[in-house]
């Protein structure tokens, strides 16, 4: 991952001329007043671990596996949020480790948190360290020092339960490797975030993640059959059966904890076949309304298809769901559809579930409500480009605008008046944004709502998104849409994540902590309120 932006830097592209001057001419975009920091020029603190406890956690894992070098401890600050990159960009390094410490396996990890409690050292478990939501800049306060505790070397394909449709993983295996290694096997996890090429199964089941594939094989926390938890109070083994009436289901509250309950040390995961077949397909709708309409139908009455994306009126007008074609948009409002799975058999039975099947059926009823179809291109090229947006953030982020996300999700009746709720506060908050939005997760009873504001950088800029993240979030509290749908909390969501929890929820989880980590040495600051 590149330091100061987002995946390989070979990737990076200027905006063509025509881009830029648009930028200027709509949002009064200018030329940033100094240009970005150097790896050399950023400030990084002297290591606060003495040598004594570095010594101590070297006798752990290794003296290998114990990084204390510049590239190491720049490599692990912060995540990869606009607030994050910006002060990267700006040379501030002031939220590095001191150390990056690499265990290699369940009793190692185990053991460094024994250690770190006994040391008072903060401990950051990371994965792919893509977290957009300050979910890796741990507080400093009253603890001696930081460490990120990197689970790149947990990163095992562990076993295959072909007949339960069930696979153990370590928490480090990325996810192209993850689909890689399944493959073997002829199976899939099926949960492609716009974070894939980077992100760590580990990482996806601490932020509860969802991916665009979400429709057809769940949300990654619906994946989650089984896991091991490494905490500063003992070991934790979840998971017996796919489903329990033993009480509340305690891998729930692992799920989404981001660390800040224990180390998840292994994954016991539902898998599926790699489909034969994957098409994608485009559908326009007249308009926003008209087109979550619709979607709404094929939620609630099906067949849904396994990818649903619908843009709105200036997302599909921008072209932001081709990121690789950004300005290239129409009319409307686009819609998404792709179906994977078996191919038509002949049978009756075997057609309306293969891909073309679904197709045909949610065809039938996306032409009923309105669209109209346009065929396999902008299907195509959104699959071509569906991993591409951050590194058109970065290309932003170079000529002095301010790109970001806000997502939300809501019930169907609370979806418009949640839309209209962010919309009105972004554009309160901020000097004539470009705001967009699409829907990009749907169920049964409501949907998530993804939206992207892009504006010119003025003064401070991160003090300018923070004064909009601040309207934005009281926003979608004040409209009964939840804070986060698939980014976490970290530190950015927290306060939001208090009031949407109310008193007694936000009791309940600081007992939890307390009682799995009553030193506070786990991301401290991160989660809870």
């Given at each position: 991952m590149l330091w100061s932006g987002w995946g390989d830097p070979a990737k990076a592209r200027e905006l063509p001329p025509q881009i830029r001057e648009l930028l200027h001419d709509l949002l009064g975009v200018r030329e940033p007043a100094a240009p970005a920091a150097s790896f050399a020029s950023v400030r990084l603190a002297p290591v606060a671990l003495s040598p004594a406890r570095l010594a101590a956690l070297a006798e752990v894992v290794g003296h290998e596996h114990v990084l204390t070098s510049r590239a190491a401890r720049i490599g692990h600050t912060r995540g990869k949020s606009t607030p994050d990159l910006l002060r990267m960009r700006a040379g501030d390094g002031s939220d590095a480790p001191d150390a990056v410490v690499l265990p290699g396996s369940h009793d190692e990890v185990a053991a460094l948190l024994r250690l770190c409690v006994a040391e008072r050292i903060a401990v950051v478990p990371f994965g792919g360290g893509t977290s957009v939501v300050g979910g890796l800049a741990a507080s400093r306060s009253g603890f001696a020092g930081v460490v990120a505790l990197d689970l790149a070397r947990l990163d095992r394909l562990v076993s295959v339960d072909a007949e339960s449709m069930v696979v153990t993983v370590e928490p480090g295996l990325r996810a192209p490797e993850a689909e890689r290694l399944l493959g073997r096997h002829g199976l899939t996890l099926g949960h492609f975030p716009q974070s894939f090429e980077y992100a760590t199964l580990g990482g996806f089941a601490a932020a509860r993640s969802s991916g665009q594939a979400s429709a057809g094989y769940g949300r990654f926390d619906d994946m989650v059959v089984g896991l091991t938890v490494a905490t500063p109070s003992g070991d934790l083994s979840l998971g017996r059966a796919p489903k329990s009436a033993a009480g509340p289901d305690l891998r729930q509250l692992l799920?989404?904890?981001?660390?800040?309950?224990?180390?998840?040390?292994?994954?016991?995961?539902?898998?599926?076949?790699?489909?034969?077949?994957?098409?994608?397909?485009?559908?326009?709708?007249?308009?926003?309304?008209?087109?979550?309409?619709?979607?709404?139908?094929?939620?609630?009455?099906?067949?849904?298809?396994?990818?649903?994306?619908?843009?709105?009126?200036?997302?599909?007008?921008?072209?932001?769901?081709?990121?690789?074609?950004?300005?290239?948009?129409?009319?409307?409002?686009?819609?998404?559809?792709?179906?994977?799975?078996?191919?038509?058999?002949?049978?009756?039975?075997?057609?309306?579930?293969?891909?073309?099947?679904?197709?045909?059926?949610?065809?039938?009823?996306?032409?009923?409500?309105?669209?109209?179809?346009?065929?396999?291109?902008?299907?195509?090229?959104?699959?071509?480009?569906?991993?591409?947006?951050?590194?058109?953030?970065?290309s932003l982020l170079a000529v002095g605008a301010t790109v970001e996300t806000v997502e939300t999700a809501g019930f169907w009746s609370a979806l418009p008046r949640l839309y209209d709720a962010v919309r009105l506060a972004l554009l309160g908050a901020l000097e004539s944004p470009l705001v967009m939005c699409h829907i990009s997760h749907v169920y049964e009873t409501g949907a998530s709502l993804y939206f992207t504001v892009v504006t010119a950088q003025k003064g401070d800029p991160v003090e300018q998104w923070e004064r909009a993240k601040e309207a934005v979030s009281a926003a979608i509290v004040a409209a009964d849409g939840t804070i986060s749908h698939h980014h976490g909390v970290g530190r950015d969501h927290r306060e939001a994540y208090a009031a949407e929890l109310g008193p007694v929820g936000v009791d309940i989880l600081r007992a939890v902590k307390s009682r799995l980590d009553p030193a506070g040495i786990l991301n401290p600051g991160i989660l809870i309120p």
């Open positions: 799920l989404g904890s981001e660390g800040a309950f224990g180390v998840i040390t292994a994954l016991r995961l539902r898998v599926r076949r790699v489909p034969e077949r994957r098409v994608y397909e485009g559908w326009r709708f007249g308009s926003f309304r008209e087109g979550t309409a619709a979607l709404r139908v094929l939620a609630q009455e099906g067949p849904l298809p396994t990818v649903l994306r619908l843009s709105d009126e200036t997302e599909t007008m921008i072209g932001l769901a081709r990121p690789d074609a950004i300005g290239g948009g129409d009319s409307g409002c686009l819609v998404i559809a792709g179906y994977e799975g078996p191919a038509a058999e002949g049978s009756p039975a075997s057609s309306a579930t293969s891909v073309e099947g679904r197709g045909a059926g949610a065809g039938a009823v996306l032409a009923r409500m309105g669209g109209v179809p346009l065929g396999i291109e902008p299907g195509q090229a959104w699959e071509h480009g569906r991993f591409a947006a951050p590194y058109l953030r970065d």
